[in-house]
C-alpha cells in the first residue's frame, strides 16, 4: 500500500476522533516544549564551554589552593599550613621548560586612590609570563619586566575593559562600566603616581582588553580575572602578599596533555612539600564543568520530566492504537482477505501513529516557540541560543515515541486472524 | 484449476477433540465454471470456500491451485493470491463505511500499488443493499482475478436483487471468470452451471 495512502487513512481516524486525538497531541506536546528547552540549554552551555576553551586554550590547567574554610579535621587545618609558594612556581618552571605558561598569580583587594578618586580594586601580582595568557592585546606604555621583577619594584598595570566589535543578538549584555573603569578611561594615568593599598606605584602601562567578543570573560565567569591592577609578584609577595595565596596558571599546549601534566605537576609540587599540601589541580575544561554544574542540573531536571511527559504520551499513543484496533478488527479482516499483507497492516497502524506524533510534535514546537520568544523577550540569554535543528530533532522524537509505542499494537494487528476478524461484530 | 484431495479441516475446541469440518473432500474445477455450493448450516461449505480462497490453511490433505499445491505457500504468498487471484463476495457486504463506495472498489488497487486520486462520495450506508453488493463485486473484481467466491451473495437482498445479482454473476461467469458461490436458495443454485452438495463435511452429491 502506498505511504501517501496510509498518510490519508491516517490523518481521517486522527479528524474523526478529536477529543482522543487531541488528548494524545497534548501530552506530546508537553514532552516536546520539555525537550526544546533542555536542548536550548544543552546547545548554549556546550556552546559558551567551547568558546571559553577555543579563546583560552584547550590546554589550561590551574592550580590552586584549597583554603582553610575547605577543611573539616585537625590534620587537614595543619596542612593548610603549608602554602604553594613562588619558589613552587619557579621550581615548576625549572622542571617543565617545555610549557608554554606557567603563570604564578597573587590576589588581593586593597583601595585604589588617585586624588580624591578612591575605589575598591582587586590586585594581582603577576610575572612576565602572566602576558602569555593570549586575551590582552593592547598595551600603552610597557608591560612588567623582570627588571621590575628582581628589584621589588613599585610599578602598576592598570586594565582597561574592551566593549563589543559587534553585539551578537542572541546576547543581552548590560553596558555598564564600574567607577574605576569610568575614572580610568577619563583620566590618563600612563606614568602617573598612584597609591594601591598602602604603597605609591607609577603606572608603567594601559592594557586594554580585547573586545568582548574575544574575551573568555563574555561567555563564562571564571575568578580572577577580575583584577584590574597587576603589580610585580614580588612586590606583591613583599607589600601585600601577607595572606594571600599563590595560584598558578599552567598552558599545556593541548587538550590531550592535560591529564599527563596534571598529575606530574601534583607530584612534584606534593614532593616540595612532603605530601602535605592542599592542593586543587584542575584543567579549565573540568573548572568550566563545575561552573555549569547548576545549570546541568536544571538541564537534566527539564530533560526527565519531557522524557516522563513524552512517555506519557507514547503510552496515550498505544492506548489510542489499541482502541482504534479493536474498534477496526473487521476492517483488518476485510483488507486482509482482499490481499492485505501483514506487512500492510502494521505499515498502515505505525503510519497513523507516527502521524498522531508528529501533529502532536507540531504543536509543542508552537508551544515551546511562544514560550521561547516570551523568556528570550525577557533576557534569559540560554534562550536566544534556539537553532533551526532544534524544532526538527524534538518533532522526531515525537514521531519516534508514536512509532515505538504503536509497534506492539500495530504486531498485535497484524497477527489477527483473517476469518476470526471478518466474523467480528 | 483447482484441485482438492481429501481436504479436511478440523477446528480446535477447548477440551474436546475438535470440530471436523471438513472430513476428507474430494473435488475439482475446470477453469471458466460456474460451481454453486449448498448444503445445510454447518455442512463445511463456508470452511471450504475459505480454504479456496486462502483465507484458511486446512488441516489435512491437499489443495491446488493452477497446478501448485497450496499447502507449502506462506503467509505473504497466500496474501498475494488473495490480491491478483481470488476476488471475494460476502454475504454482508464487508465494505469499509468510511470510505466512499469507489474507495471501497479502489482498496484492492491500492495494495497493489496502483491507486488513482478519483472520488466517488457516496457513503456504502447510503446505497441500498442491491447498490452495495454491486460495490462489493466491482471491489473482487478490481484486479482482475481468475476465482471468483461469493458466500452467500445474495443472502441480505431480497429476491429481485437477489436475481439481479446472481445474473450479474453468471454475465461475469460468460466472459470466462470461474466462480464458486456459496449458497442456500436452491432456485438460485440451479443458476449455475454445476451443482455441489454438501453434508457433513464430505460432498453428498455433484
Same mark, same amino acid.
Given at each position: 500500500m502506498r505511504i501517501s495512502e496510509s498518510l490519508r487513512t491516517g490523518a481521517f481516524e486522527i479528524f474523526h476522533h478529536k477529543v482522543r486525538s487531541f488528548l494524545t497531541f497534548f501530552s506530546i506536546a508537553i514532552g516536546v516544549v520539555s525537550i526544546m528547552y533542555s536542548l536550548t540549554m544543552i546547545y548554549s552551555m556546550n556552546f559558551r564551554t567551547k568558546k571559553a576553551l577555543d579563546i583560552l586554550g584547550h590546554g589550561r590547567i590551574k592550580i590552586g589552593q584549597r583554603g582553610y574554610s575547605q577543611t573539616s579535621t585537625s590534620m587537614e587545618k595543619k596542612e593548610v599550613n603549608d602554602r604553594i609558594t613562588l619558589e613552587d612556581a619557579q621550581a615548576l618552571r625549572a622542571n617543565f621548560p617545555e610549557l608554554p605558561l606557567v603563570s604564578p598569580i597573587m590576589v588581593n583587594g586593597v583601595t585604589f586612590s588617585h586624588g580624591y578618586f578612591r575605589h575598591w580594586v582587586s590586585v594581582a601580582g603577576i610575572t612576565t609570563e602572566w602576558k602569555k595568557r593570549g586575551w590582552i592585546y593592547k598595551v600603552k606604555g610597557r608591560f612588567i619586566n623582570q627588571y621590575d621583577l628582581d628589584n621589588y619594584d613599585r610599578v602598576c598595570l592598570l586594565i582597561q575593559d574592551g566593549g563589543w566589535f559587534k553585539k551578537p543578538q542572541w546576547m543581552k549584555y548590560y553596558d555598564w562600566m564600574d567607577g574605576f573603569q569610568k575614572y580610568i578611561k577619563h583620566h590618563d594615568l600612563l606614568n602617573k603616581t598612584v597609591q594601591v593599598g598602602d604603597n605609591l606605584y607609577t603606572v608603567v602601562g594601559i592594557l586594554e582588553s580585547p573586545p568582548l567578543e574575544k574575551n573568555p570573560k563574555t561567555f563564562l565567569d571564571l575568578e580572577g580575572w577580575e583584577s584590574k591592577v597587576l603589580i610585580p609578584i614580588t612586590t606583591f609577595h613583599r607589600l #601585600? &602578599? &601577607?595572606?594571600a595565596n599563590v595560584e598558578i596558571n599552567i598552558d599545556t599546549g593541548k587538550a590531550s596533555t592535560v591529564e599527563f601534566y596534571k598529575s606530574g605537576l601534583n607530584k612534584a609540587l606534593q614532593s616540595r612539600h612532603s605530601g602535605q599540601l592542599r592542593l586543587e589541580v584542575k584543567g579549565f575544561g573540568d573548572i568550566i564543568k563545575t561552573k555549569m554544574a547548576d545549570k546541568r542540573r536544571d538541564m537534566y531536571t527539564v530533560l526527565i520530566i519531557g522524557a516522563i511527559a513524552i512517555l506519557a504520551g507514547g503510552i496515550g499513543i498505544m492506548n489510542v492504537t489499541l482502541a482504534t484496533i479493536y474498534s477496526r478488527i473487521k476492517e483488518i479482516g476485510i483488507r486482509r482477505a482482499i490481499g492485505a499483507t501483514r506487512g500492510d497492516i502494521m505499515a498502515q497502524f505505525l503510519i497513523e501513529a507516527m502521524l498522531l506524533g508528529f501533529f502532536g510534535g507540531l504543536a509543542g514546537i508552537l508551544m515551546s516557540m511562544t514560550g521561547i520568544q516570551y523568556l528570550a523577550s525577557k533576557g534569559d540569554t540560554d534562550m536566544m #541560543?534556539?537553532? !533551526? !535543528?532544534m524544532p526538527l530533532v524534538a518533532v522526531l522524537a515525537a514521531v519516534f515515541t508514536g512509532f515505538l509505542a504503536a509497534l506492539y499494537p500495530a504486531y498485535q494487528a497484524s497477527r489477527l486472524d483473517p476469518i476470526e476478524a471478518l466474523r467480528y461484530e | 484449476m483447482i484441485k482438492c484431495v481429501n481436504l479436511r479441516k478440523t477446528y480446535p475446541l477447548k477440551k474436546l477433540q475438535g470440530y471436523p469440518a471438513l472430513k476428507g473432500l474430494d473435488l475439482s474445477i475446470e477453469a471458466g465454471e460456474f460451481v454453486a455450493v449448498t448444503g445445510p448450516s454447518g455442512c463445511g461449505k463456508s470452511t471450504l470456500l475459505n480454504i479456496l480462497g486462502f483465507l484458511d490453511d486446512p488441516s489435512g490433505g491437499n489443495y491446488f491451485f493452477k497446478g501448485r499445491d497450496a499447502g507449502s505457500f506462506s503467509d505473504p504468498e497466500r496474501s498475494s493470491m488473495r490480491l491478483s487471484e481470488v476476488g471475494f463476495i460476502f454475504q454482508s457486504f464487508n465494505l469499509l463505511p468510511r470510505f466512499s463506495a469507489l474507495d471501497n472498489v479502489r482498496l484492492p488497487m491500492l495494495y497493489k500499488g496502483v491507486g488513482s486520486g478519483g472520488k466517488a462520495e457516496q457513503n456504502p450506508l447510503e446505497l441500498s443493499g442491491g447498490e452495495r453488493q454491486r460495490v462489493g463485486i466491482a471491489r473482487a473484481l478490481a484486479n482482475s482475478p481468475a476465482l471468483l467466491l461469493a458466500d452467500e451473495p445474495t443472502g441480505n437482498l431480497d429476491s429481485r436483487n437477489g436475481l439481479e445479482i446472481i445474473s450479474l454473476l453468471k454475465e461475469l461467469n460468460a466472459g470466462g471468470l470461474t466462480v464458486v458461490m456459496v449458497t442456500h436458495d436452491q432456485g438460485l443454485a440451479k443458476m449455475a452451471s454445476r451443482i455441489i452438495k454438501m453434508k457433513d463435511g464430505v460432498i453428498e452429491s455433484r
Open positions: #601585600m &602578599g &601577607g595572606g #541560543m534556539v537553532q !533551526w !535543528w | -
